[in-house]
């Protein structure tokens, strides 16, 4: 039977990713060049230094990934592009190359959601059923969306005010971690204890949305007090606090939402989903909820990477969904 090959790119935000994919599920070649560095010292994603650092790495990128998927451009079926969301300009530079692409080897151009993508990492490690709810979490989204079929999307509950990355991110920032810190106070966390309670915000409101800037004052609030008092507080502590706080507030939601809503699956996906302690707790919590399947996008694909744009190309490739040569970014981009 005749296989599938998908070219994929993404260069939303700060990592500029080029993959192979074999009918949406087997990954040929994953190469992601990461600019984290350049960004460590503003303490955030500069989006002109982003720009820029994509368009110095993408082809190196395409070459890298059709040399260790050991393709060629006659091999290829589609080409898979991130158009949005994102940072436009970051977005333009994955765009204007896969349509370069495209249009050189005369190969379908499959337009793909970045949002869409994270969900469909998880086909790396399960086959997706309908109806399912996906748990997003992410520097830029924190969303609970219900997907009644394929394609479908409808976002149920999100936070009213940052993103769960994004908490973790700022948070770090004043334990003097650099950015992204979500990975460093997720294993700090691991050793501390859950002394401070932080808020819990909305945990008990009967929706499906979120809020983290509360938590994020609160959190920067005492760490800033003890200062004043020439006091350290234990910083493993201060992490386990601020994770249990998050993670309390993203199961009990979630799991709300797979009693109140008939579905076959959970899925777990986006950067904050590689988190140890909310792996933990959601598998615990859908052990008990034998109805529901729980499956969770494999960790080394939880942040930005082309494999998940693969993955999501596929299922709009055989839709039939094709973009124009004229396909444009759309930096805020919605299902
Ligand atoms: O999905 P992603 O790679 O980029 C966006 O589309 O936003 O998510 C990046 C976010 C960052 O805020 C980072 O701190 C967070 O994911 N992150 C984590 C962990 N690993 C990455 N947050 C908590 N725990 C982790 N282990
Ligand atoms: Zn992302």
Same mark, same amino acid.
């Given at each position: 039977e005749k296989k599938n090959l998908i070219l994929a790119f993404e260069s939303s935000c700060? /990592?500029? @990713?080029v993959?192979?994919? #074999?009918?949406?599920? %087997? %990954? *040929? @070649? =994953?190469?992601?060049?990461?600019?984290v560095n350049s960004h460590k010292r503003f303490g955030g994603v500069v989006p002109e230094v982003a720009s820029r650092h994509h368009i110095e790495q993408i082809t190196s990128c395409v070459q890298d990934a059709m040399t260790e998927a050991n393709v060629s451009y006659d091999d290829l079926d589609a080409v898979a592009v991130t158009y949005g969301p994102g940072l436009v300009g970051a977005l333009l530079v994955g765009v204007s190359a896969a349509k370069a692409i495209a249009f050189a080897h005369e190969l379908p151009l499959i337009p $793909? =959601?970045?949002?869409?993508?994270? %969900?469909?990492?998880a086909r790396y490690e399960s086959e997706i059923s309908y109806p399912s709810m996906a748990l997003l979490v992410s520097g830029g989204h924190t969303e609970l969306v219900?997907?009644?079929?394929?394609?479908?999307? /409808?976002? %149920?509950? +999100?936070? &009213?005010?940052?993103?769960?990355? +994004?908490a973790y991110d !700022? $948070?770090? &920032? $004043?334990?003097?971690?650099?950015?992204? @810190?979500?990975?460093?106070i997720d294993e700090l966390a691991h050793t501390g204890k859950d002394t401070f309670n932080f808020p819990r915000a909305m945990i008990k409101d009967d929706n499906y949305d979120f809020s983290f800037s509360g938590l994020k004052s609160a959190f920067i609030n005492t760490v800033h007090h003890a200062d004043q008092l020439g006091e350290t507080l234990d910083r493993a502590d201060l992490a386990t606090s601020f994770q249990q706080s998050v993670?309390?507030?993203?199961? +009990?939601?979630?799991l709300r939402a797979c009693h109140e809503y008939d579905i076959k699956q959970l899925i777990l996906a986006g950067g904050v989903a590689a988190n140890k302690g909310l &792996?933990? &707790? *959601?598998?615990?919590?859908? #052990? !008990?909820?034998?109805?529901v399947e729980f499956i969770k996008a494999p960790i080394k694909l939880c942040g930005d990477n082309a494999a998940m744009i693969g993955a999501a190309g596929y299922v709009e490739f055989l839709k039939g969904q094709r973009a124009g040569l004229d396909l444009n970014a759309d930096p805020s981009l919605e299902f």
């Open positions: 700060d /990592e500029t @990713s993959a192979v994919v #074999e009918d949406g599920h %087997i %990954i *040929l @070649s =994953n190469i992601v060049a990461t600019q $793909v =959601n970045h949002m869409a993508g994270h %969900i469909f990492a219900y997907m009644p079929e394929e394609g479908q999307f /409808e976002i %149920i509950g +999100e936070t &009213r005010d940052d993103a769960a990355g +994004e !700022k $948070v770090g &920032r $004043v334990l003097g971690m650099t950015y992204p @810190s979500g990975k460093e993670v309390d507030v993203l199961a +009990e939601k979630t &792996r933990a &707790r *959601l598998e615990a919590d859908m #052990e !008990k909820m034998d109805t």
